[in-house]
C-alpha cells in the first residue's frame, strides 16, 4: 500500500531522560477544573460533570527545558490568552475505567499550555456554536517534556504557575483540581476510548490573560520543570 502523497510525521513528545519520544495520539482538554478560574470565566464552580474539548495531534509544540521558543501570534484574534495545564499522558488502553485503576494507564505528566484565543472562543461560547477556532488551532498546545509515572509517581499535588515578562499571572495547586486526574479519566473514559498516546490538558487555574508580541511566557509545575515561549 502507498500513500498518494507522503503523510506528515507523527507529531510527538520529548521524553524527560531520554532520546526516545512520545507519539501523540489525540488531545483531550479539561474545561474549567479549577473553581477560582470556572468563577474568573463567569461560571459557578460547582462539581457538575467535567466537559471536553479536543485538539489535533498535530497541534502539539514540543519545548525543550532551558530553550526559549519562539511562538508565532497567531491569526485572527485580537485576545491571545495563556493556560498553564498539567498534561497527563496515557499509556494502557481503556474505557469505562474506574477512578480506583485510573493511574494503571497513565504513562507520565508534563507541563502544558492550552494556548486560546479567547476572543473566538467567547463569542463561539455566546452562541452555542463549537469551540475549535478559539481552541484547536495550528500551535496551540505547547509542552514540555513528559516525565514518566515509574520515575516520578502520580503528582496530586504541588505547584503550577505561570509568569508575562517575569510578573506571575497564575498560582495554583494541583490538589485544588475540581476533577481529580484519576475521576477525570474515569469521566473521559465512558466517552472515548482511551488508547496509548492520547495526552489530557487537566484545566487550568486562575489568571488567565492576554499575551502580546515580545512577551516571554514561563510556566512551570513543581517536579515537572519549566517551559518558556517568546510571542513573536
Ligand atoms: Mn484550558
Keep these: 500500500m502507498s500513500h ?20 501523540v495520539r ?16 463567569g461560571s459557578d464552580p460547582t462539581r457538575e460533570p467535567p466537559f471536553f474539548f479536543c485538539k489535533p495531534a ?9 530553550q526559549t521558543a519562539d511562538h508565532p501570534y497567531p491569526a485572527a484574534t485580537a485576545n491571545y490568552h495563556h493556560e498553564v495545564e498539567l498534561v497527563v499522558a496515557i499509556g494502557k488502553s ?29 463569542a463561539l461560547k455566546d452562541k452555542g456554536r463549537p469551540w475549535e477556532l478559539g481552541k484547536s488551532f495550528d500551535r496551540s498546545a505547547p509542552i514540555g517534556p ?5 520515575a516520578i509517581g502520580h503528582p496530586s499535588s504541588g505547584r503550577i504557575w505561570l509568569t508575562v515578562n ?14 481529580s486526574v484519576p475521576e477525570t479519566i474515569a469521566h ?24 502580546v508580541h515580545g512577551d516571554l ?3 512551570g509545575i513543581d517536579g515537572l520543570g519549566e517551559l518558556s515561549l517568546r510571542i513573536v
Design 94 to 122: 481503556g474505557s469505562e475505567i474506574e477512578a480506583a485503576n485510573a493511574n494503571e494507564h497513565i504513562w507520565g505528566y508534563a507541563i502544558g499550555l492550552d494556548m486560546t484565543r479567547r476572543d473566538l472562543q467567547t
Design 146 to 150: 513528559l516525565h514518566p509515572a515509574s
Design 188 to 211: 473521559l473514559s465512558r466517552y472515548f476510548e482511551l488508547r496509548p498516546g492520547d495526552l489530557i490538558f487537566t484545566g487550568t487555574p486562575e489568571g488567565v490573560g492576554p499575551m
Design 26 to 41: 489525540r488531545i483531550y482538554c479539561v474545561g474549567r477544573n479549577y473553581a477560582a478560574h470556572a468563577r474568573e470565566m
Design 4 to 23: 498518494v502523497f507522503t503523510p506528515d510525521p507523527i507529531p510527538s513528545v520529548a521524553i524527560a531522560g531520554s532520546d526516545d519520544r512520545f507519539p
Design 217 to 219: 511566557v514561563s510556566g
Design 58 to 66: 498535530d497541534a502539539v509544540v514540543p519545548v525543550a527545558p532551558g
Design 166 to 179: 517575569g510578573v506571575l499571572k497564575q498560582q495554583g495547586d494541583l490538589a485544588d483540581l475540581i476533577w
